[in-house]
């Protein structure tokens, strides 16, 4: 549970591509639909100083940063959309629709960059406290589909630069992070056209909206 007030806090993560952004707003209105209006912000970002650090991390020109400046760097974007963002929403009783989070931070710089799920669990709990999200829904498909949709935007950002091997461990921690916390982590087959995963996701929600006594 995201232990606050009783908004709910729902996340979407997946590989570059898997279509995120683009069942985002679908989303969001099937809540509306369903009495949940969300708040609908992203990660990194969702607030001035988030959306300057998004800058930096993606950085589509400049030679870089470590590992560790990179998860320091996710971690502070994330403080601050905590506390200007997210927690008020959910004290307010509002429901949050989160395109990525920590999730994210696990698989790209725990597993991509080999930092390692210690690291970054010292940082989540840190930075979080016991917030998490109560719903996770992880877009999935072969990294090879990922890549040729988000192929067709202008220059590669600082991720898009890696290997496959690199998305391989990204893509391999979510699942696996979804085996671990079945009933938080959720996964759907984000291969198929938009209207199915639109209906794959709708029917997600639903699902866990009925066991969570939040829909009948
Ligand atoms: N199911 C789908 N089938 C085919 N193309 C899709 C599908 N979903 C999204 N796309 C297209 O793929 C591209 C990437 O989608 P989108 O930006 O939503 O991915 P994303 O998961 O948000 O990626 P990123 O992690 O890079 O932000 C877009 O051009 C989008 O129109
Ligand atoms: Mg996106």
Wanted: one cysteine or more.
């Amino acid at each position: 549970m995201s232990g606050t007030g009783s908004g709910r806090f729902i996340t979407l993560e997946g590989v570059e591509g898997a279509g995120k952004t683009t069942a985002l707003e679908a989303m969001a209105s099937h809540l509306a639909e369903r009495g949940h209006a969300p708040l609908v912000t992203r990660e990194p970002g969702g607030t001035d100083l988030g959306e300057a650090v998004r800058g930096l991390l993606l950085d589509h020109a400049g030679d870089g940063m470590c590992a560790d400046t990179e998860a320091l760097l996710i971690f502070a974007a994330r403080a601050e959309h905590l506390h200007r963002v997210v927690r008020p929403a959910l004290e307010a009783g509002q429901w949050v629709l989160c395109d990525r989070f920590t999730d994210a931070t696990y698989a790209y710089q725990g597993a991509g960059r080999g930092l390692g799920n210690e690291r970054v669990a010292v940082l989540e709990d840190w930075v979080q406290g016991p917030l998490r999200p109560d719903l996770t829904l992880v877009l999935d498909l072969p990294v090879s589909q990922g890549r040729a949709r988000a192929g067709g935007r202008s220059a590669p950002d600082r991720f898009e630069r890696e290997q496959d091997a690199f998305f391989e461990r990204v893509r391999a921690c979510y699942l696996r992070r979804a085996t671990d916390e079945p009933q938080r982590v959720r996964v759907v087959d984000a291969s198929g056209s938009q209207a199915d995963v639109r209906l794959s996701l709708q029917q997600m929600l639903d699902t866990w909206l009925r066991e969570s006594g939040l829909h009948d």
